[in-house]
């Protein structure tokens, strides 16, 4: 025997293994819905839901109790518009949940146009040159996350790829005095078919001629793209940057964590969490074991934090497992 005498008990293995998971490192995603009056649920998104500003609350709580205190916000609008949005609705059930919850809640807010345009692209869409207009979108992006940050945010997460859009919105929020706001960028955020059961929770599909955001996003060939952006983001003052998707771009997670020191989160996105919730559904594996071995994955190629729509349930799998 050689190898084999670290793997023969739990003992060893605990005392031998490399990563330990807690779900202190996870950060909860929550969709909150204007115009709506009861919570629905997320095709693929086990006990995920679209919720209302009432229920977000009660959710909340009840996360709190299993432990979870980070959490990532998106908002989803009444109304498509084509410009001049309003972020009232986002920023007030950000102030509600400072009310409620205050310091003991971590709260990020995404910031990205795709829930409220016409279009469902990430930013402003030129007409004339059928193209989503960069330097327009960043303007808009760096008031809305200006606004998140004196409703209360915490964090500011913007997903939009925009180039140049860390930059605007850190200048502003310290222009502001918001400086001690934080931003999380998606950095490292590629072009991937395993968005589809966000894109209904955030009622958030391209719909327009430029059919999707290949023009944006990073093709999944193309590290270099993600390391150039990433390395951009970091200049531009992003305080932790992210991988998105997680298990298929674990490569790119190692990759980038070894060579850009900065704190890294990994969003496992509602395709890849709903992968596992179907096989588990149609009694292909255990649900648990499976959530708890995709998570070590990524704290093995390097993240310092997980976005996962399971967060709330890692306290009682973790100790179950
Ligand atoms: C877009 C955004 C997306 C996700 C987070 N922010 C989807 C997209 O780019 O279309 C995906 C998250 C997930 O799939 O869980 N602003």
Redesign the pocket.
């Known amino acids: 025997m050689d190898q084999r005498r670290i793997r023969q008990n739990p003992h060893i293995r605990e005392l031998t293994s490399e990563v330990v998971l807690t779900h202190k490192k996870l950060i909860q995603?929550y969709f909150v819905v204007d115009g709506i009056t009861h919570k629905e649920p997320i095709s693929g998104l086990t006990e995920v839901y679209r919720e209302t500003s009432e229920s977000l609350l009660r959710q909340v709580e009840l996360d709190m109790e299993k432990g979870i205190r980070k959490t990532l916000l998106?908002g989803v609008p009444k109304a498509k518009k084509s410009k001049e949005f309003s972020f009232d609705f986002v920023c007030d059930q950000i102030s509600l949940l400072k009310k409620n919850f205050g310091k003991d809640l971590f709260l990020s807010v995404?910031v990205?146009l795709?829930?409220y345009t016409e279009s469902g692209h990430?930013g402003f869409v030129n007409e004339e040159h059928q193209c989503v207009d960069n330097e327009l979108s960043v303007a808009t992006l760096a008031e809305q996350a200006l606004q998140f940050a004196q409703a209360g945010a915490d964090c500011v997460a913007p997903?939009?790829m925009m180039d140049g859009r860390v930059k605007a919105i850190r200048t502003l929020l310290d222009q502001q005095k918001q400086s001690s706001t934080l931003i999380m960028s998606?950095s490292a955020?590629f072009h991937s078919k395993?968005?589809?059961?966000?894109?209904l929770a955030?009622d958030?599909?391209p719909k327009s001629q430029i059919k999707d955001?290949s023009t944006y996003?990073i093709d999944p060939s193309h590290f270099n793209d993600a390391f150039l952006s990433s390395e951009r983001d970091e200049k531009e003052g992003a305080d932790i940057l992210m991988v998105?998707?997680g298990l298929p771009y674990l490569d790119v997670l190692f990759r980038l964590s070894q060579s850009i020191k900065k704190p890294w989160a990994v969003?496992e996105?509602?395709?890849e969490?709903a992968a596992i919730e179907l096989l588990a559904e149609k009694g292909l594996i255990s649900r648990e074991q499976a959530h708890l071995e995709a998570w070590t994955s990524f704290f093995r190629a390097g993240a310092d934090m997980v976005i996962t729509?399971g967060a709330r349930h890692a306290l009682d799998w973790i100790n179950k497992n």
Request: aromatic fraction near 26%; glycine fraction near 6%.
């Open positions: 995603p998106f995404d990205c795709c829930s990430c997903s939009d998606y955020k395993f968005y589809g059961p966000f894109r955030a958030s599909a955001r996003q998105k998707p969003y996105v509602s395709g969490y729509y």
